[in-house]
C-alpha cells in the first residue's frame, strides 16, 4: 500500500538523521518498505502522516498501558509544563513518585530517577560492582537490557566463555566484563557458576523475555537465579523497564514471588514521557553519590514534566485496575491468532502473558534466543504488512512483542484477528 506522505518524510529524514530514523528498528529493516510516519495517537489508535488509522498493538514499544493521549495524564503534563520544563534541582513530585514505584516494589528501598531504561540498567550495575568489589556481570542471549557498551555483548564459544561485542565501536576488552548464557538454561547456568561464581557481580535478566519476542521463564528458572546469586554472593537484577506495571502493577517479581536485590524500571513510570528508574537493597543503593563513590548523575533526571504524566499513570492504574480485563482480552487475542495460523496451515507459535504476546513463525518451541531465533523472519514480514494494509499495526519486528492498553476492546480484538486471518494467508 502506497503511503506518499510517509515516503517523502522518509527520504527528508535520510538526508539528516542515520537511516532516517532515531532508533534503530523504527526504520522497518527487519520486514522491509517504508516505515509509517505516524503524526497523531488516541486512545488504541494510531493517524498516520497520510491519514490512515491503525489500531496500536506497539505502544511506543510499552509505556502507553493506558493508550495515546490519556486526557486525565495530558492535563498532569500540561500542568507541570507550566510551572516549569526542568529545575536542575529536587522537587517534591520526585520524591512522591518514588514512593508511589517502592510501595509497588517493596524490594526497592532506594532508588534514583533516570531519563531512560538504557540509563536504568548502566547504573543498576554499576552499582552492583562497587557493592560486591568483582568484575564480572552475567546476562542471557535475547534479553536487552539496553545500548551500554558492556551489554551488547554475544556468547561466546562456549557456554562458560566471556563475551564478545555484538555491535561495532565495543571494545573487546568492555564485552570481556560480560558473561552470557542461554535464557531458561539452568544446567548452562550452573556451569558458568562453578567457573566464574567468585568474580560474577551481579546477574541481570528480564524476568520475562521481552525482547526476543515473548518467553516466559520455565519453572525453576528464576528460583535457581535467585539461590544461585544468594550462595555466590552475587546480585540478582531484575530488569523490568517492559514487565513493571506491566505484566502485573507489582511486575514480574509479584508474579513470580522472587524478589531480586536491584531492580531497573522505565517506559510505564513516565506515562509516555523519558523516565528510568533503578534501586534496590539499601545497602547496596549506599554506593551511589553523594551517598557513596559510585558516580551516576543527570541534567534531566526526575524531569517534572515525566514525573506528573507518571505519577498521574501510576494513579489510573490503582483506580482502574485494568490488569485482568486487558490480560482477558489479550488471551483471547493469542486464542485468536492461534486458530487463524492454523485455518491458514502457517506454523505458529503465539506466547502471551498478561497484556503482551509475540507470534513466531516455527514449528517448534521457542524457549530461549537459539529457538527464535530459528522462526521465519520473512514469514512475520509479510505477516507484519497483511496486518498494517489492513489498518492493524504490530511491532515492526519479530522479536518485539505487540502489547494491549485499557484502551483496546473487544470489538478491536475482532477486527484484529479479521485482518490476521487475511494476513496468514498472505503468509
Not at 486526557?71 to 529536587?90: D, H, L, M, N, Q
Not at 556481570?137 to 558492556?150: E, M, P, Q, T
Not at 509479584?254 to 539499601?282: E, F, H, Q
Not at 533526571?301 to 490488569?323: F, H
Request: hydrophobic share 40%.
Amino acid at each position: 500500500m502506497k503511503r506518499p506522505r510517509s515516503e517523502a518524510l522518509y527520504r527528508a529524514a535520510r538526508r539528516v538523521l542515520p537511516g532516517g530514523v532515531n532508533s534503530p528498528v523504527r526504520a522497518f529493516r527487519s520486514v522491509g518498505g517504508t516505515p509509517v510516519f505516524m503524526r497523531s495517537g488516541s486512545g488504541a489508535r494510531l493517524t498516520d502522516a497520510d491519514g490512515r488509522e491503525y489500531l496500536d498493538y506497539c505502544l511506543s514499544w510499552g509505556p502507553l498501558i493506558l493508550g495515546h493521549c490519556r486526557p486525565e495524564v495530558v492535563k498532569a503534563a500540561c500542568k507541570a509544563a507550566r510551572i516549569g520544563s526542568t529545575f536542575g534541582a529536587p522537587t517534591e513530585g520526585e520524591t512522591r513518585l518514588a514512593e508511589a514505584i517502592r510501595e509497588a516494589y517493596p524490594s526497592m528501598e532506594l532508588l534514583r530517577l533516570t531519563s531512560s531504561g538504557t540509563e536504568a540498567a548502566m547504573s543498576v550495575l554499576r552499582a552492583a560492582r562497587a557493592f560486591t568489589g568483582r568484575d564480572l556481570v552475567l546476562k542471557f542471549s535475547g534479553c536487552y537490557h539496553g545500548h551500554a557498551d558492556s551489554m551488547l555483548v554475544a556468547a561466546g564459544s562456549g557456554a562458560a566463555t566471556l563475551g564478545e561485542p555484538n555491535s561495532e565501536g565495543v571494545p573487546a576488552s568492555w564485552a570481556q566484563t560480560t558473561l552470557v548464557a542461554d535464557y531458561n538454561d539452568i544446567a548452562g547456568l550452573k556451569k558458568v557458576f562453578k567457573r566464574w561464581g567468585a568474580r560474577i557481580a551481579a546477574v541481570i535478566v528480564e524476568p520475562v523475555a521481552a525482547n526476543m519476542g515473548l518467553v516466559l521463564p520455565e519453572p525453576g528458572f528464576l528460583e535457581t537465579l535467585r539461590d544461585l546469586t544468594r550462595h555466590h554472593g552475587a546480585l540478582l537484577v531484575f530488569d523490568e523497564v517492559i514487565t513493571g506495571f506491566r505484566l502485573a502493577y507489582g511486575g514480574a517479581q509479584s508474579v513470580y514471588g522472587i524478589l531480586p536485590d536491584l531492580t531497573c524500571l522505565g517506559k510505564i513510570i513516565g506515562g509516555g514521557y523519558p523516565m528510568g528508574a533503578y534501586g534496590g537493597r539499601r545497602d547496596v543503593m549506599g554506593h551511589i553519590a553523594p551517598l557513596g563513590c559510585a558516580y551516576q548523575a543527570g541534567t534531566l533526571s526526575g524531569n517534572p514534566v515525566a514525573v506528573a504524566a507518571g505519577l498521574e499513570t501510576l494513579r489510573l492504574l490503582i483506580k482502574e485496575d485494568p490488569y485482568e480485563r486487558v490480560a482477558a482480552l489479550a488471551e483471547t487475542l493469542a486464542a485468536g491468532l492461534r486458530r487463524e495460523a492454523a485455518r491458514a496451515g502457517v506454523p505458529a507459535q503465539v506466547h502471551q502473558a498478561a497484556s503482551m504476546l509475540t507470534v513466531f513463525f516455527t514449528r517448534k518451541p521457542v524457549r530461549d534466543w537459539p529457538s527464535a531465533d530459528c522462526c521465519d523472519r520473512k514469514a512475520y514480514a509479510r505477516f507484519f504488512h497483511g496486518l498494517l494494509d489492513n489498518g492493524v499495526y504490530f511491532p515492526p519486528a519479530q522479536f518485539e512483542t505487540a502489547m494491549l492498553s485499557s484502551c483496546h476492546t473487544e470489538r478491536d480484538v475482532e477486527r484484529t484477528l479479521k485482518a490476521a486471518a487475511r494476513a496468514f494467508a498472505a503468509v
